[in-house]
């Protein structure tokens, strides 16, 4: 059997609304069968170039932010009694993300071929994440849409307050690191071969520390291209082994080790969400399997995700979440004793709530604390870092100056 490809089309629906999307299909008539088949016809069919694929992926992204904003959206508009198909047209032509106009008219084309908004939802996952569709899901089943997508709003809007506080405490050592690098990089190439004609004149052997340096300095000047590069290349292969199936638990782990409270963070962040994700997916009416299920894969760290699995298991063959929370080391006594009263008094969807206040807090004081020590180090770092070519640069000086006397 030949492997799937896919094609990016434009169709037109019963009433002239455009739709652009993608599908996949063995040959470009199964997918104007596929579109008839959902009440669409077919304008333009095309096979995507395995090139463009890569490229819709690392440039057309849906933000986080325009998608919480789409969701708060649809769901005041769906309050305000209007039908699913026209709100999500109305919602398709306000976003200004092109990659979620697209994804919508292809949501909307589902579900006018019959399909549930959830499901309609799920066939994009790189778009509507696990705990977007089972909340979704929830909400249709229980006749509450519009306040399922308000839930899912404003998870994505915690989480993206959640990421943006992390990743703005990074800016600093961020620019500090670069600034350090561009100083080296200068330095070897303009101020040590200075160091090194003067050198020459002076004649005698150099100290290992010195020839060290200036050995570096002409290979950053004779080989710029491979620093260039290098640079670049390791930096890829390093994001692709840690968003592998070997790499990630690996780092993951060396993540909530890491010295300089940046563990701490680290495990301050996967609790937070963890508590959130749950919290909300349980007020959503999912049922508790399936939350504890979607939680664990929407974690974001496979620590909390293996944990999850083992909850799973053990809330399946009849015992509680919280038991089985303490025998895990990632969750702390808190969090196991919070979800325990949870349990007991019917009221773990606001407990968890709690929780995820609580370490959403700690984050932020986590992070000030972070930043307060990484300050110091960084000053420590670039200090070392100029002092050890001066040392090296002067030695043979202090050479020169002892031969003399």
């Keep these: 059997m030949s492997r799937p490809l896919t094609f990016s089309f434009r169709a037109v629906d019963a009433s002239g609304g455009k739709v652009v999307g993608e599908l996949e299909s063995e040959s470009r008539d199964g997918v104007v069968e596929a579109l008839r088949g959902r009440g669409l016809l077919a304008l333009e069919v095309k096979e995507k170039v395995k090139s463009k694929e890569v490229n819709a992926d690392l440039f057309s992204r849906v933000k986080v932010e325009d998608l919480a904003l789409a969701t708060r959206q649809l769901s005041t508009m769906i309050n305000s009694g209007l039908a699913l198909m026209r ?39 790189k778009v509507f994440s696990d705990l977007y569709v ?34 703005g405490a990074m800016v600093y050592p961020a620019v500090v690191f670069t600034v350090a690098i561009g100083v080296l990089v200068g330095m070897l190439v303009f101020i040590i071969p200075v160091f090194a004609g003067v050198f020459k004149q002076f004649g005698g052997k150099l100290p290992a ?12 000047r004779d080989y710029w291209y491979v620093v260039v590069l290098g640079i670049p290349a390791l930096a890829f292969a390093f994001h692709r082994w840690k ?17 300089a409270k940046i563990g701490t963070v680290v495990q301050k962040v996967a609790l937070a969400r963890w508590s959130r994700t749950l919290s909300s997916l349980t007020t959503a009416g999912v049922p508790t399997l399936e939350a504890i299920d979607v939680t664990g894969r929407t974690a974001g760290n496979t620590v909390v995700e293996n944990a999850m699995r083992t909850v799973h298991d053990s809330v399946q063959s009849g015992g509680t979440i919280a038991s089985a929370l303490g025998r895990e080391q990632i969750f702390p006594g808190l ?39 990484l300050e110091p180090i960084m000053i420590v770092f670039i200090g070392s870092m100029v002092g050890f070519m001066i040392i090296a640069m002067y030695l043979p000086m202090f050479d020169v100056y002892n031969q003399i006397h």
Excluded: C
């Design 335 to 373: 969090v196991t004793n919070m979800v325990r009263v949870g349990e007991e008094t019917g009221a773990l969807d606001s407990t968890l709530a709690k929780v995820a206040d609580f370490y959403e807090e700690q984050v932020e004081v986590a992070v000030k604390a972070l930043t307060s020590i």
């Design 87 to 125: 709100a999500l047209t109305v919602l398709e032509s306000q976003t200004e993300s092109k990659k979620l106009k697209e994804t919508l008219a292809t949501v909307r084309s589902d579900i006018q071929a019959g399909a549930s908004l959830s499901n309609a939802l799920a066939r994009h996952p």
């Design 134 to 167: 089972a909340m979704i899901r929830a909400g249709e089943t229980g006749g509450f849409l519009e306040d399922a997508l308000v839930r899912v709003a404003d998870q994505l809007e915690a989480e993206n307050r959640l990421r943006r506080q992390v990743k």
């Design 243 to 259: 968003g592998s199936a070997r790499g990630r638990p690996i780092w993951d782990r060396l993540r909530l080790k890491a010295p």
């Design 209 to 220: 520390l010195t020839l060290l340096i200036m050995h570096v300095s002409n290979f950053v």
